[in-house]
C-alpha cells in the first residue's frame, strides 16, 4: 500500500523546533499531573516493594552473638608479634572459624549441623582495636543459634591455646549476647522514593509527548506556520485594550481595500451558505484553543472548493495573561500581531 504523502501544513507541524516558552506556559497548569503521577509512583513503588517482601520472607532466622578478646603477649620491642596481630586482622579471623582447625569442634558439640551449614551460619566483623572480634551465628531456631554460639566459643578457646608460640596468650568470650529474631531491613522508603522519581519522569515524558501532539490554537504562529493567511489579530476574553488597538486597525485596513465578512470557524460547517460566503471574502474567526490542523484544514479545503476567499483569521475569546506572558506585555498595543494590512 503505498504511503500518504504528508500535506505541506502536516510537513510544516513535524518540522517546527520545540517552542519551549510556549510550551511553559501551556503546562503550568497542568504540571500538577506530573506531582500526581510522582505521588502514585510513590505509592505503587512501596506497595509492590511489601508484596514482594511478604511474599519473599522465608523461614523465621534468629541471631545469637558473640564478642570474642584475642589476647597477645604484646611487647613494645616485638616487631614480629606486632607483624603476626596485623597479620591476623587483615586476614580474617572468619577464615580462621572455618577452618579444619576449628569447624570440626564444633560439629561435635552440635551434631546435627552439616559442615556447610556450621560455616555459613556465622559472619565476623573485627573491632578497630584488633584485639576484639564480633561475631553472629545465625540459624532457623534460636536455640540451635545459641548452642553453635557456645561450641564456637569453646573450639575458639580450643584454638587459642595452640598460638602460645605465635605470642596469643587466650582467646576468650567477652561478651555474649542471646538469639533474637533476625528483623530484615525495610527498605519501604527508598522503593517510595525511587517510584516518586520514576512517576516524576513518567508524568513529565507524558505532559511532553501531549504537547508535541497537541496542535491546538494559542498564538497566531500557530496558524501561520501551517496556512498561508494572516493573523489579524487577538480578540480577548477580558477588556485587554492592548491586544484588541492592532485587531481593530487591521480590521480597518481590510475594509479600507475591500470588504471582508467575520466568519465564526463553527458556522462554516456542512449547513454553511457558501453562496452568501462568495459574495465578500471571509474572515475565519477562530476560538482559542481550537486544534489547527484538525479542523481548519478540512474548512479551507472546502472553501477554496466553494470559491470562497480567504482574507485571514482572527484568534478570539484569547487569553489576554497568556499572551502577556509570551510576547510581554502590552506589546499588542505597539505592533500587529499578524502585520498590518498594506
Not at 511489601?50 to 603477649?73: K, T
Not at 577452618?99 to 570440626?104: I, N, Q, T
Not at 557456645?150 to 567477652?174: K, S, V
Not at 525511587?194 to 515524558?205: D, N, P, R, T
Request: proline share 5%.
Amino acid at each position: 500500500m503505498q504511503e500518504k504523502e504528508m500535506t505541506g501544513a502536516e510537513r510544516e507541524f513535524w518540522n517546527t523546533g520545540f517552542d519551549l516558552k510556549r510550551f511553559a506556559l501551556c503546562m503550568r497548569k497542568k504540571i500538577w499531573l506530573a506531582a500526581a503521577a510522582a505521588v502514585l509512583g510513590a505509592l505503587a513503588g512501596g506497595g509492590i516493594y511489601m508484596l514482594v517482601r511478604l511474599l519473599s520472607a522465608g523461614e523465621p532466622q534468629y541471631r545469637a552473638e558473640a564478642l570474642f578478646a584475642i589476647r597477645y603477649n604484646v611487647q613494645e620491642e616485638d616487631e614480629t608479634l606486632k607483624a603476626f596481630i596485623n597479620e591476623y586482622n587483615a586476614y580474617t579471623w572468619g577464615d580462621v572459624m572455618r577452618s579444619d582447625r576449628v569447624v570440626p569442634a564444633v560439629l561435635e558439640a552440635v551434631p546435627e549441623l552439616s559442615r556447610e551449614e556450621a560455616e555459613a551460619c556465622l559472619d565476623t566483623s573485627i573491632a578497630s582495636d584488633p584485639e576484639f572480634l564480633s561475631v553472629g551465628f545465625t540459624t532457623g531456631s534460636a536455640e540451635l543459634s545459641e548452642r553453635v554460639r557456645d561450641a564456637y566459643i569453646q573450639a575458639m578457646e580450643a584454638f587459642g591455646e595452640t598460638m602460645a608460640d605465635r605470642g596469643l596468650t587466650a582467646i576468650e568470650a567477652w561478651k555474649v549476647s542471646p538469639a533474637e529474631p533476625v528483623r530484615a531491613e525495610n527498605r519501604v522508603l527508598y522503593a517510595m522514593e525511587l517510584g516518586a522519581v520514576l512517576g516524576l519522569l513518567a508524568g513529565l515524558l507524558l505532559l511532553a509527548g501531549y504537547y508535541v501532539l497537541d496542535d491546538s490554537v494559542f498564538l497566531a504562529e500557530d496558524v501561520k506556520r501551517c496556512y498561508p493567511y494572516p493573523v489579524l489579530g487577538y480578540r480577548t476574553k477580558g477588556s485587554e485594550a492592548g491586544w484588541e488597538a492592532p485587531l481593530n486597525a487591521n480590521l480597518s485596513r481590510l475594509a479600507e481595500k475591500e470588504g471582508a465578512a467575520e466568519v465564526p470557524l463553527e458556522a462554516l460547517g456542512p449547513e454553511a451558505d457558501f453562496g452568501r460566503l462568495r459574495t465578500a471574502p471571509a474572515v475565519i474567526a477562530i476560538p482559542w484553543g481550537t486544534p489547527c490542523l484538525r479542523r481548519l484544514g478540512p474548512v479551507l479545503e472546502t472553501l477554496r472548493l466553494q470559491d470562497v476567499q480567504v482574507r485571514g483569521f482572527i484568534i478570539t475569546e484569547a487569553d489576554g495573561r497568556f499572551l502577556d506572558l509570551y510576547y510581554g506585555p502590552h506589546r499588542g498595543s505597539k505592533r500587529s500581531v499578524g502585520g498590518n494590512m498594506a
